[in-house]
């Protein structure tokens, strides 16, 4: 078997004209595999995915599903998450470089040297991280239910939480509890401003601005609604306004056209200069690759068993909260 970390998706190999849609579904019908899709996937890949979703529902997926395979299109992270969930299972991505700058930002040795400064305190580690991040924390949370594992610590404990400190600032906003935040941060969500925002809202009063708490709290303030992936596209479904300025990452536009094609959506202008603001790291998986993935069950996330073992604690904690 070819080392994952060595790897690379051979293009090439794919023949032409290759109808990729139809020998995907093959595929995964012949490897008993399941493909969940984060919803800052290409358009082309959530429609092919058996269950789209953020990381809260994709983790719920990952941890009942039946398949032999899994095949991950999302970041690094996700697909981690999947196997420390399924140690028997196969777990597969279509490009192992598929990052995330929160988890880039916070490497494990790190973040256990920093950790050094807050004995005593609970680790509350947002899903965003590495395995080694999570085996050092208390509970994992997503932006989805952060705010309820935050209030089910007991209020004399302290908390750090990390890697994600906007997220933290808005959660800790929400419970009343202060909190020591690790300095990290989304790379797409911090571009957008207060400024920009807010001239785009003077220009369009009618619409609605959602926005994902990894902005920053500026944005945040501005924002009618403030929520996960999954709760920015459910309020869209159950709102009755006709125009909504979307602060975050525009993969999830797709999932909104469709479940609301009579609204505008306007994607938050970001400070990079265009009108959307693109994860690099989600984008870099594409059907080819996929194809591929599947084809060779390659590149396949493995983990050492103590570290998972270690790791799925925290997410045991996690999914218990619901």
Same mark, same amino acid.
């Given at each position: 078997?070819?080392?994952?970390?060595?790897?690379?998706?051979?293009?090439?190999? !794919?023949?032409?004209?290759?109808?990729?849609?139809?020998?995907? $579904?093959?595929?995964?019908? %012949?490897?008993?595999?399941?493909?969940?899709?984060?919803?800052?996937?290409?358009?082309? !890949?959530?429609?092919?995915?058996?269950?789209?979703?953020?990381?809260?529902?994709?983790?719920?997926?990952?941890?009942?599903? =039946?398949?032999?395979?899994?095949?991950?299109?999302?970041?690094?992270?996700?697909?981690?998450?999947?196997?420390?969930? /399924?140690?028997?299972?196969?777990?597969?991505?279509?490009?192992?470089?598929?990052?995330?700058?929160?988890? %880039?930002?916070?490497?494990? %040795?790190?973040?256990?040297?920093?950790?050094?400064?807050?004995?005593?305190?609970?680790?509350?580690?947002?899903?965003?991280?590495?395995?080694?991040?999570?085996?050092?924390?208390?509970?994992?949370?997503?932006?989805?239910?952060?705010?309820?594992?935050?209030?089910?610590?007991?209020?004399?404990?302290?908390?750090?939480?990390? &890697?994600?400190?906007?997220?933290?600032?808005?959660?800790?906003? $929400?419970?009343?509890?202060?909190?020591?935040?690790? &300095?990290?941060?989304? !790379?797409?969500?911090?571009?957008?401003?207060?400024?920009?925002?807010?001239?785009?809202?003077? $220009?369009? @009063?009618?619409?609605?601005?959602?926005?994902?708490?990894?902005?920053?709290?500026?944005?945040?303030?501005?924002?009618?609604?403030?929520?996960?992936?999954?709760?920015?596209?459910?309020?869209?479904?159950?709102?009755?306004?006709?125009?909504?300025?979307?602060?975050?990452?525009?993969?999830?536009?797709?999932?909104?056209?469709?479940?609301?094609? =009579?609204?505008?959506?306007?994607?938050? &202008?970001?400070?990079?200069?265009?009108?959307?603001?693109?994860?690099?790291?989600?984008?870099? /998986?594409?059907?080819?690759?996929?194809?591929?993935?599947?084809?060779?069950?390659?590149?396949?996330?493995?983990?050492?068993?103590?570290?998972?073992?270690?790791?799925? $604690? @925290?997410?045991?904690?996690?999914?218990?909260?619901?």
């Amino acid at each position: 078997m070819v080392d994952s970390a060595l790897y690379i998706p051979d293009l090439d190999s !794919i023949p032409a004209g290759l109808d990729l849609m139809a020998e995907i $579904q093959r595929l995964k019908r %012949d490897r008993k595999a399941v493909l969940l899709a984060h919803y800052y996937q290409e358009p082309e !890949i959530q429609d092919l995915a058996d269950f789209v979703g953020d990381s809260l529902q994709l983790s719920q997926q990952a941890a009942k599903t =039946d398949a032999e395979v899994i095949a991950f299109c999302g970041v690094h992270f996700m697909a981690e998450t999947a196997k420390i969930l /399924n140690p028997g299972k196969r777990v597969v991505i279509p490009d192992m470089d598929a990052g995330c700058s929160l988890a %880039d930002r916070c490497p494990a %040795d790190q973040f256990a040297k920093w950790l050094e400064a807050y004995p005593g305190h609970e680790v509350v580690s947002y899903i965003n991280c590495s395995a080694g991040v999570k085996a050092l924390s208390t509970v994992i949370c997503t932006s989805s239910n952060a705010v309820r594992v935050v209030e089910s610590i007991p209020k004399e404990k302290p908390i750090v939480f990390a &890697p994600d400190r906007h997220l933290g600032k808005w959660v800790s906003k $929400q419970t009343g509890r202060d909190m020591v935040l690790f &300095p990290g941060f989304c !790379i797409v969500h911090e571009q957008f401003t207060q400024r920009r925002v807010a001239a785009l809202k003077a $220009q369009r @009063p009618d619409a609605l601005v959602i926005a994902h708490p990894e902005c920053v709290e500026q944005v945040s303030s501005l924002a009618d609604f403030v929520g996960s992936t999954a709760a920015l596209l459910r309020f869209v479904k159950e709102r009755p306004e006709k125009a909504f300025i979307v602060a975050t990452e525009a993969g999830i536009l797709h999932q909104m056209r469709k479940a609301r094609p =009579d609204a505008e959506l306007i994607p938050a &202008p970001a400070d990079s200069g265009c009108n959307c603001s693109l994860c690099p790291y989600m984008k870099l /998986n594409n059907l080819e690759k996929l194809y591929l993935a599947l084809r060779d069950l390659q590149p396949e996330i493995t983990l050492d068993e103590t570290l998972r073992t270690r790791a799925l $604690q @925290p997410l045991e904690r996690m999914l218990a909260l619901g």
